[in-house]
Protein backbone atom coordinates (compact mmCIF):
# COMPACT_ATOMS: atom_id res chain seq x y z
CA UNK A 1 0.00 0.00 0.00
CA UNK A 2 1.49 3.11 -0.73
CA UNK A 3 2.06 5.93 1.48
CA UNK A 4 -0.60 9.00 1.55
CA UNK A 5 2.34 11.20 1.34
CA UNK A 6 3.89 9.46 -1.83
CA UNK A 7 7.08 8.32 0.04
CA UNK A 8 7.42 4.19 -0.93
CA UNK A 9 9.83 3.76 1.83
CA UNK A 10 6.91 4.78 4.29
CA UNK A 11 8.88 7.59 6.23
CA UNK A 12 7.34 10.70 7.01
CA UNK A 13 9.79 13.28 5.73
CA UNK A 14 11.31 15.62 8.32
CA UNK A 15 10.55 19.22 8.70
CA UNK A 16 12.72 21.57 9.96
CA UNK A 17 11.20 23.96 12.17
CA UNK A 18 12.38 27.44 10.35
CA UNK A 19 9.85 26.48 7.44
CA UNK A 20 7.68 26.60 10.22
CA UNK A 21 8.69 30.07 11.50
CA UNK A 22 6.38 32.82 11.34
CA UNK A 23 7.74 35.56 9.74
CA UNK A 24 7.15 39.08 11.51
CA UNK A 25 5.34 41.40 9.58
CA UNK A 26 7.07 44.40 8.67
CA UNK A 27 5.17 47.42 10.78
CA UNK A 28 2.48 49.53 8.56
CA UNK A 29 3.99 52.64 7.72
CA UNK A 30 7.31 53.03 9.35
CA UNK A 31 9.23 54.48 5.82
CA UNK A 32 6.14 56.41 5.39
CA UNK A 33 6.11 58.28 9.49
CA UNK A 34 9.95 58.60 8.86
CA UNK A 35 9.55 59.93 5.42
CA UNK A 36 7.00 62.44 6.82
CA UNK A 37 8.94 63.72 10.15
CA UNK A 38 12.03 64.64 7.41
CA UNK A 39 9.69 66.49 5.51
CA UNK A 40 8.10 68.31 8.75
CA UNK A 41 11.31 69.38 10.11
CA UNK A 42 12.13 73.13 9.25
CA UNK A 43 15.40 74.17 6.90
CA UNK A 44 18.41 75.21 9.09
CA UNK A 45 17.83 78.61 7.18
CA UNK A 46 14.51 79.31 8.96
CA UNK A 47 15.35 77.59 12.03
CA UNK A 48 18.12 79.33 12.75
CA UNK A 49 16.30 82.99 13.19
CA UNK A 50 12.92 81.48 15.09
CA UNK A 51 16.25 80.25 17.81
CA UNK A 52 18.06 83.58 18.10
CA UNK A 53 13.83 85.42 18.11
CA UNK A 54 13.08 82.61 21.12
CA UNK A 55 16.38 83.56 22.88
CA UNK A 56 15.86 87.36 22.46
CA UNK A 57 12.40 87.15 24.25
CA UNK A 58 13.65 84.85 27.02
CA UNK A 59 16.23 87.37 27.72
CA UNK A 60 14.13 90.34 27.93
CA UNK A 61 11.55 88.41 29.87
CA UNK A 62 14.71 87.60 32.29
CA UNK A 63 15.53 91.30 32.08
CA UNK A 64 12.08 92.45 33.28
CA UNK A 65 11.25 90.34 35.77
CA UNK A 66 14.20 88.51 37.20
CA UNK A 67 18.49 89.44 36.54
CA UNK A 68 19.43 92.54 34.37
CA UNK A 69 23.12 92.78 33.34
CA UNK A 70 23.60 96.83 33.88
CA UNK A 71 26.61 98.83 31.96
CA UNK A 72 28.57 101.39 33.81
CA UNK A 73 28.30 104.30 32.16
CA UNK A 74 30.42 107.19 34.46
CA UNK A 75 32.98 107.21 37.39
CA UNK A 76 30.92 108.22 40.11
CA UNK A 77 31.08 104.67 41.72
CA UNK A 78 35.16 104.21 40.90
CA UNK A 79 37.45 102.50 41.87
CA UNK A 80 34.61 99.71 42.96
CA UNK A 81 33.11 99.92 39.41
CA UNK A 82 35.28 101.19 36.20
CA UNK A 83 33.38 103.31 33.14
CA UNK A 84 32.28 100.18 30.90
CA UNK A 85 31.71 97.24 33.87
CA UNK A 86 28.58 95.39 33.55
CA UNK A 87 27.25 94.30 36.57
CA UNK A 88 24.37 92.10 37.11
CA UNK A 89 21.16 93.14 39.15
CA UNK A 90 19.03 90.83 41.04
CA UNK A 91 15.39 92.29 41.31
CA UNK A 92 14.41 89.96 43.49
CA UNK A 93 16.82 91.10 45.92
CA UNK A 94 14.73 93.40 48.14
CA UNK A 95 11.32 91.01 47.40
CA UNK A 96 12.52 88.32 49.64
CA UNK A 97 15.29 90.29 51.96
CA UNK A 98 16.05 93.94 53.65
CA UNK A 99 18.14 96.83 51.97
CA UNK A 100 21.08 97.38 54.39
CA UNK A 101 23.96 99.57 54.03
CA UNK A 102 26.75 98.91 52.20
CA UNK A 103 24.52 97.71 49.40
CA UNK A 104 25.06 98.71 45.65
CA UNK A 105 21.78 99.43 44.44
CA UNK A 106 20.12 100.31 41.01
CA UNK A 107 17.22 102.90 41.45
CA UNK A 108 15.36 105.51 39.31
CA UNK A 109 16.38 108.72 38.35
CA UNK A 110 15.42 110.68 41.35
CA UNK A 111 15.45 114.23 39.12
CA UNK A 112 12.15 113.50 37.74
CA UNK A 113 13.30 114.14 34.30
CA UNK A 114 10.90 112.64 31.11
CA UNK A 115 12.39 110.47 29.25
CA UNK A 116 12.35 111.16 25.35
CA UNK A 117 9.92 109.52 23.45
CA UNK A 118 11.09 106.67 21.33
CA UNK A 119 8.71 104.32 18.78
CA UNK A 120 7.75 100.94 19.11
CA UNK A 121 11.26 99.82 17.04
CA UNK A 122 13.48 101.69 19.46
CA UNK A 123 11.60 100.78 22.43
CA UNK A 124 12.08 97.15 21.15
CA UNK A 125 15.68 97.34 20.22
CA UNK A 126 16.80 99.54 23.69
CA UNK A 127 14.98 96.27 25.73
CA UNK A 128 17.13 94.10 23.91
CA UNK A 129 19.99 95.54 24.17
CA UNK A 130 20.11 96.16 28.20
CA UNK A 131 19.00 93.32 28.31
CA UNK A 132 22.82 91.94 27.46
CA UNK A 133 24.44 94.57 28.92
CA UNK A 134 24.75 96.38 25.90
CA UNK A 135 23.32 99.65 26.91
CA UNK A 136 22.70 101.53 29.76
CA UNK A 137 19.03 101.94 30.82
CA UNK A 138 18.45 106.16 30.39
CA UNK A 139 17.00 106.43 33.53
CA UNK A 140 18.59 104.62 36.23
CA UNK A 141 21.43 105.49 38.39
CA UNK A 142 24.15 103.19 40.42
CA UNK A 143 25.09 104.13 43.35
CA UNK A 144 26.13 102.94 47.39
CA UNK A 145 23.25 102.68 49.97
CA UNK A 146 24.44 104.78 53.17
CA UNK A 147 21.70 106.04 55.04
CA UNK A 148 18.92 103.72 56.32
CA UNK A 149 15.06 105.18 57.29
CA UNK A 150 14.97 107.39 60.10
CA UNK A 151 18.49 107.34 60.44
CA UNK A 152 20.57 111.02 60.64
CA UNK A 153 23.33 111.11 58.23
CA UNK A 154 25.83 114.57 57.98
CA UNK A 155 29.20 114.91 56.32
CA UNK A 156 32.36 115.98 59.10
CA UNK A 157 36.08 116.68 58.42
CA UNK A 158 35.32 114.12 55.73
CA UNK A 159 33.82 111.31 57.25
CA UNK A 160 30.25 109.77 57.18
CA UNK A 161 28.65 110.00 60.56
CA UNK A 162 25.26 108.25 61.04
CA UNK A 163 23.59 108.95 64.27
CA UNK A 164 26.83 110.32 65.29
CA UNK A 165 28.84 107.60 64.90
CA UNK A 166 31.35 107.55 61.97
CA UNK A 167 31.71 104.59 59.69
CA UNK A 168 33.87 102.45 58.13
CA UNK A 169 33.93 103.19 54.52
CA UNK A 170 37.11 100.86 52.88
CA UNK A 171 35.54 100.82 49.24
CA UNK A 172 36.29 105.06 49.21
CA UNK A 173 38.32 105.90 46.03
CA UNK A 174 41.65 107.03 47.15
CA UNK A 175 41.57 110.95 47.65
CA UNK A 176 37.91 111.41 47.90
CA UNK A 177 37.27 114.42 50.08
CA UNK A 178 33.34 115.47 50.70
CA UNK A 179 32.45 118.91 52.25
CA UNK A 180 30.63 119.13 55.28
CA UNK A 181 26.96 118.36 55.07
CA UNK A 182 23.47 117.67 56.58
CA UNK A 183 22.32 116.50 59.37
CA UNK A 184 19.42 115.50 57.93
CA UNK A 185 17.03 112.32 59.02
CA UNK A 186 16.85 110.03 56.31
CA UNK A 187 12.41 110.00 55.81
CA UNK A 188 10.40 107.00 55.78
CA UNK A 189 10.41 104.76 52.71
CA UNK A 190 13.89 106.57 51.56
CA UNK A 191 17.26 105.99 51.55
CA UNK A 192 20.10 108.12 51.17
CA UNK A 193 22.83 107.09 48.77
CA UNK A 194 26.29 108.02 47.50
CA UNK A 195 28.28 106.96 45.03
CA UNK A 196 32.41 105.21 46.15
CA UNK A 197 34.32 108.75 44.02
CA UNK A 198 32.90 111.16 46.22
CA UNK A 199 34.40 113.73 44.20
CA UNK A 200 32.80 113.09 41.24
CA UNK A 201 29.21 111.61 42.29
CA UNK A 202 25.91 113.26 41.90
CA UNK A 203 23.69 111.71 44.54
CA UNK A 204 21.66 112.07 48.08
CA UNK A 205 24.16 115.34 48.70
CA UNK A 206 22.59 117.25 45.63
CA UNK A 207 19.18 115.03 45.15
CA UNK A 208 18.07 114.31 48.95
CA UNK A 209 17.24 111.13 49.97
CA UNK A 210 15.41 108.10 47.61
CA UNK A 211 12.04 106.49 48.14
CA UNK A 212 13.26 102.73 48.27
CA UNK A 213 10.08 101.76 46.27
CA UNK A 214 12.16 103.20 43.31
CA UNK A 215 14.62 100.79 44.12
CA UNK A 216 15.66 98.12 40.54
CA UNK A 217 17.46 95.89 42.39
CA UNK A 218 20.55 95.30 43.81
CA UNK A 219 23.91 95.02 41.79
CA UNK A 220 25.97 91.70 43.02
CA UNK A 221 28.40 90.42 41.05
CA UNK A 222 31.12 92.46 38.43
CA UNK A 223 30.57 90.05 35.15
CA UNK A 224 32.44 91.82 32.17
CA UNK A 225 35.44 92.26 31.97
CA UNK A 226 36.42 89.06 33.34
CA UNK A 227 39.70 90.47 34.89
CA UNK A 228 37.47 92.13 37.12
CA UNK A 229 35.13 89.76 38.34
CA UNK A 230 34.02 90.39 42.22
CA UNK A 231 31.17 90.27 44.19
CA UNK A 232 29.66 93.45 45.38
Known amino acids: ?61 IKTFFFQAFWIPSSSMEDTLQINDRVMVNKLAYRIGDLQRG ?21 ARRNILEAV ?15 LPGERVEIV ?21 MPDFGPIIVPPGQMFVMGDNRNASQDSRYFGAVPTDTIVGRAFVIMWPVDHWTTL
Open 1 to 61: MSDPLGDPTGRVPSVTSSEFEPVAPEPAGVEDVGSEKKKAALPFWLELPLLILAALVIAVV
Open 157 to 177: DNKVLIDGVPIDEPYLKIGSV
Open 103 to 123: HVVVFDDPRGEEAPQETMVEA
Open 133 to 147: GLSVPRSEFIKRVIG
